[in-house]
């Protein structure tokens, strides 16, 4: 029952953020995300103060921890939030499912990690799916060219999203546990994005409003910690290859969610599209299961 709950969590709370991201569109990019993750920095703190969970390390694995944080917690949420300003948020999320493929790609390059016959076969899949769901977008190409923007948005989003996963296999082998390295990491990439915002000359001061106040507490609290800790500890109780098929109802639940919210409207090829993809990640997660 238990296992039921957190995976409940992972994907009740995952699958909604890609909503609540677009009730912050209104404010600068720089502010949401700047202080979404200086937020939940400052709540893991508070985490690892209580279980007592050391923050000390070396300047060079500070600043291992710190270029992780800028790939996961900054550039890549920049991307995100600028894609959802022009295509819904469903779409971005079911472009977002391709990271298994960047990260079975960028392990093989990085780290030598053999890719099997399924996880190939599911990346061919998943290439051909997200294709499929983006066809009814793109057929109605009006020359503008910002639908086509938000979608090689979300997919820059995507591989910066891998390339700080990769960082993060990386620390971790080198002996930097994930929780410290994800707190510090969420830190630095929150300011960073409230750097960037100041140096553009924009207000990055939280806007004391229920509208912007509401998404921001979701968005650190439930989506960036409560989350994150069931998953962990999803993955602690059933093995990460189990635990992983939460990826997979996640972008179901965005797309539901952004077609109840933002008017998306499915047609047979998007619809055969979000099948193909999900059908992809489910090989490449059985390819890790069962290498070839």
Aim: net charge positive; proline share 4%; aromatic share 12%.
């Amino acid at each position: 029952m238990l296992n039921l709950i957190l995976y409940a969590l992972t994907v009740s709370i995952w699958g909604s953020t890609w909503l609540v991201i677009t009730f912050q569109l209104g404010t600068p990019i720089e502010t949401a995300v700047g202080w979404r993750f200086l937020l939940a920095s400052v709540l893991l703190l508070g985490w690892c103060a209580v279980r007592r969970i050391s923050l000390k390390f070396t300047p060079a694995q500070y600043a291992a921890i710190v270029a992780q944080g800028l790939l996961n917690f900054c550039a890549n949420y920049w991307m995100v939030y600028q894609a959802e300003a022009r295509i819904s948020s469903g779409l971005v999320a079911v472009i977002f499912s391709l990271l298994m493929v960047f990260n079975m790609i960028s392990a093989r390059i990085f780290f030598a990690q053999p890719i099997s016959r399924f996880s190939a076969a599911g990346a061919g899949l998943g290439l051909v799916g997200v294709c499929l769901v983006f066809w009814p977008e793109l057929s109605g190409f009006d020359g503008s060219g910002v639908k086509l923007y938000g979608a090689l948005l979300a997919l820059a989003a995507t591989f910066f999203s891998s390339c700080g996963n990769m960082m993060s296999l990386q620390n971790q082998k080198a002996g930097i546990p994930l929780i410290p390295s994800i707190t510090i990491g969420m830190g630095a990439g929150g300011l960073a994005m409230l750097a960037a915002g100041w140096l553009r000359g924009g207000d990055i001061s939280i806007p004391l409003t229920p509208e912007f106040l509401a998404p921001l507490l979701y968005l650190a609290l439930f989506g960036s910690v409560i989350a994150f800790a069931a998953y962990l500890t999803l993955i602690h109780r059933i093995g990460a290859g189990q635990a992983s098929y939460a990826n997979v109802l996640i972008p179901i639940l965005a797309l539901a969610l952004s077609t109840l919210f933002e008017g998306y409207h499915w047609q047979i090829a998007s619809a055969a599209g979000l099948v193909v993809t999900l059908a992809g990640n489910i090989l490449i997660m059985r390819g890790k299961a069962k290498p070839q």
